[in-house]
């Protein structure tokens, strides 16, 4: 959570952690740190999408949240997109 959501840019990738601690005492900006594997999951490679599952890339597209062919490593059938 960032507030004002503009206080610091976005990172991604494997450094992003350490780019948004570095953000953020640059701007003097107070840091809280949760860790929570929940919270944690972050999607940076092939390899984070493969973490989520196949119910799980199904259920976020019932939601309309990602498209199929932008995250599916593995054919998602309709059935499983609940289509």
Known sequence: ???????IEPA???LSLEAHVQAAADV???LLL???SGLG???DTPEDVDR???ETIARLVRLG???V???AREPVTAEAAGA
């Not at 959570?1 to 206080?7: E, G, K, R, T």
């Open 69 to 71: 062919t932008a995250i």
């Open 41 to 43: 999951f972050d999607l």
């Open 65 to 67: 949240s990602l498209p």
């Open 1 to 7: 959570l960032v507030s004002p959501p503009d206080v």
């Open 28 to 30: 003097e900006a107070t």
């Open 52 to 54: 989520l599952g196949v």
């Open 34 to 36: 949760v860790v929570d």
């Open 12 to 14: 991604f990738g494997v």
